[in-house]
C-alpha cells in the first residue's frame, strides 16, 4: 500500500484508482493552505526532475511505495526568487554589453538577437519582480507604504522598455545605445543596490 507524505507528514489519500496528478490535485485542494505551494515530487525516495513529474502524472498512485510532497509557502518562494533577481539583473547587463559590441563591429545579425534576448529576460524580470512585490506587500503594507522605490524604479523601467521597440524599428542607433547603455543599466543598478535590499530586509520582520 502506497505511503503518501506532506514534508514527509503522512496524509490520508483519495480514492483507490487515483492517478499522481488526482492525488497532486488532491493535496492542493484539500491539505495546503491557500498560500502554499508544491515545490517538488519524491517517489520511492527519490526526488523527480520535471520530465519525470510530467510522465509520472498519468499513472496510478498504487504503482509506487511512498509519494511525498514537498511545499513552501509562497512568501518564502518570494524572498527564494528575489535572491535570483540580482543574477537576472547581471545577465541583462552582460547581454547590453554584448548587444553595444556588435553594434560597433557592424554584426547587424548577433546585434538583433541579443536585442531579442535582452527585451526576452527584461519581461520575464519585470513579471517576476510584480509578483515578488505583491507576495511581499501582502503581509508588510505597513513597512512598505513610507517607501515608493519600488513603484518609481518599476515606472522609468516600464517607460524604458516602452520606448526601446520604437528606436529599433526605426534603426535609431543613438537613441537605442542610450536607452540601453545608460537609462536601462541605471535602472537596473538601482534595483540592485536599493529595491532589492530593501526588500530582502522584510524578510527577518
Same mark, same amino acid.
Given at each position: 500500500m502506497v505511503?503518501?507524505?506532506? #514534508? #514527509?507528514?503522512?496524509? /490520508?489519500?483519495?480514492?483507490?484508482?487515483?492517478s499522481v496528478n488526482d492525488l497532486m490535485n488532491f493535496v492542493l485542494n484539500e491539505v495546503l493552505h491557500e498560500d502554499? !505551494?508544491?515545490?517538488?515530487?519524491?517517489? #520511492?525516495? $527519490?526526488?523527480? /526532475?520535471?520530465? =519525470?513529474?510530467?510522465? /509520472?502524472?498519468? +499513472?496510478?498512485v498504487e504503482k509506487y511505495n511512498d509519494i511525498n510532497f514537498s511545499t513552501t509557502s509562497s512568501y518564502e518562494l518570494a524572498f527564494d526568487a528575489l535572491n535570483d533577481c540580482s543574477s537576472y539583473i547581471d545577465t541583462i547587463i552582460n547581454k547590453i554589453g554584448l548587444f553595444i559590441e556588435f553594434q560597433n563591429e557592424n554584426k547587424q545579425k548577433?546585434?538583433?538577437?541579443?536585442?531579442? =534576448? !535582452?527585451?526576452?529576460?527584461?519581461? +520575464?524580470? !519585470?513579471?517576476?519582480?510584480?509578483?515578488?512585490? $505583491?507576495?511581499? $506587500? #501582502?503581509?508588510?503594507?505597513e513597512? +512598505?507604504?513610507?517607501?515608493?522605490?519600488f513603484?518609481? +524604479?518599476e515606472i522609468h523601467l516600464l517607460s524604458i522598455m516602452k520606448a526601446l521597440i520604437p528606436a529599433k524599428e526605426k534603426n535609431d542607433?543613438?537613441?537605442l545605445n542610450d536607452l540601453? =547603455?545608460?537609462?536601462?543599466?541605471?535602472?537596473?543598478?538601482?534595483w540592485k543596490i536599493k529595491a532589492i535590499p530593501e526588500?530582502?530586509?522584510l524578510r527577518d520582520l
Open positions: 505511503s503518501v507524505t506532506v #514534508n #514527509n507528514k503522512t496524509i /490520508s489519500k483519495p480514492e483507490q484508482d487515483a502554499e !505551494v508544491i515545490t517538488s515530487i519524491d517517489i #520511492n525516495g $527519490r526526488q523527480l /526532475s520535471y520530465e =519525470e513529474e510530467q510522465s /509520472s502524472l498519468t +499513472l496510478p548577433d546585434a538583433n538577437m541579443m536585442f531579442g =534576448e !535582452v527585451v526576452e529576460i527584461m519581461d +520575464l524580470y !519585470v513579471q517576476l519582480m510584480a509578483k515578488i512585490y $505583491r507576495t511581499v $506587500r #501582502n503581509r508588510h503594507q513597512q +512598505l507604504k513610507n517607501t515608493n522605490t513603484q518609481t +524604479l542607433i543613438i537613441m540601453l =547603455e545608460y537609462e536601462l543599466i541605471d535602472n537596473l543598478t538601482q526588500l530582502k530586509k
